[in-house]
């Protein structure tokens, strides 16, 4: 049994403190919130991201809406097709779900903010609350802008998408399927959860984008119909985040395994962040227990490929989305994606 700290109680934190601790390891979790987050809005998991909560317990089936299809569709309705095996879920309701009786596996501390971290062989000191411990092993899934990372790797850097994203949960339905509309100028998402609610979103570039989100033109009326359900939302349930990215990944060092957006937060083009978070801590939980010091380079190379390439395949799709270069613009008219 190994003492491990787990630092961040989000999606991946969360999860990854399950698995440990179901699997015999002393986990402490500390999060520097005072309590778990209710802020948030919608998400997309795979069916695999589904069945490996369910495996663990963690049972989302009267939280999540099924979608009939995920699309990306043109201001002329025209649509591009898509992917399917995926479940809408309430971001604030999967965190409840993943929180439901962990305090009876793991300590959980809330308020407790990580203030110092070193290797000494192989224990792992960390100052949280002006106290030091010492750990066997470390997991870091404090968020993109993680106090681990910023530790262990200053050197990688955090690079802006130069896009603007406007979201929240709106009290109304407007369909089954997902979708996300391109005009050239925005993208506009729709995405049906539980309960007759929709996750809505808006995608500008920044310099487009200004501080308040501004009405829609141009477009099908279900999706000018939705921006202004979204638009009438409070404030505090207007969610506004300039879009930022990892240049590049970083799964940590010996004893101090990094996950989720601490390791390799991407934008949110390709609605995998969730699902790959959760894979994260499926995988890293079955590398501790082949070996506390082969742990992270075993997480490494089981999840680099993957990860990396929907990192890049995000980054990508944001590029070419908001992209004002003539060729983009081409040929997203020519993909009916583009107002004419």
Request: hydrophobic share 45%; net charge positive.
């Amino acid at each position: 049994m190994a003492e491990i700290l787990v630092v961040g109680a989000g999606i991946g934190g969360l999860f990854a403190s399950r698995l440990l601790a179901t699997t015999g390891h002393a986990v402490t979790l500390i999060e520097r919130s005072p309590a778990a987050s209710a802020v948030g809005a919608g998400l997309v998991l795979t069916d695999a991201a589904v069945h490996r909560l369910a495996e663990a317990g963690v049972q989302v089936g009267p939280i999540a809406q099924r979608l009939t299809a995920l699309r990306v569709t043109g201001p002329r309705g025209r649509s591009l097709g898509g992917v399917a095996h995926r479940s809408a879920l309430a971001r604030p309701e999967l965190i409840t779900a993943l929180s439901d009786g962990l305090s009876e596996l793991a300590d959980v501390r809330f308020g407790a903010a990580l203030q110092g971290i070193r290797r000494d062989g192989d224990r792992v000191h960390c100052t949280v609350a002006g106290e030091e411990r010492a750990f066997d092993f470390v997991v870091a899934a404090d968020g993109i802008r993680s106090t681990v990372r910023s530790a262990l790797a200053p050197d990688v850097a955090l690079r802006s998408a130069r896009q603007v994203c406007w979201r929240g949960i709106v009290p109304r339905r407007f369909g089954d399927a997902a979708t996300e509309l391109w005009t050239g100028q925005e993208r506009i998402g729709i995405v049906p959860l539980t309960g007759g609610r929709s996750y809505v979103f808006v995608t500008r570039s920044t310099q487009d984008a200004g501080d308040d989100l501004a009405p829609v033109t141009g477009v099908p009326r279900r999706d000018a119909t939705a921006v202004e359900a979204l638009r009438s939302l409070p404030r505090e349930a207007l969610l506004r985040h300039e879009l930022w990215e990892l240049d590049r990944p970083f799964w940590g060092v010996p004893r101090i395994a990094l996950l989720g957006d601490a390791a390799h937060a991407m934008t949110p083009n390709t609605g995998l962040g969730a699902a790959l978070a959760i894979e994260d801590a499926v995988v890293l939980g079955e590398a501790v227990g082949a070996g506390l010091d082969s742990a992270v380079d075993r997480h490494r190379r089981s999840r680099g490929l993957r990860v990396r390439a929907a990192q890049l395949a995000s980054r990508t799709i944001g590029d070419f989305a908001h992209s004002e270069r003539r060729v983009a613009v081409t040929l997203r008219k020519r993909l009916g994606l583009q107002r004419a």
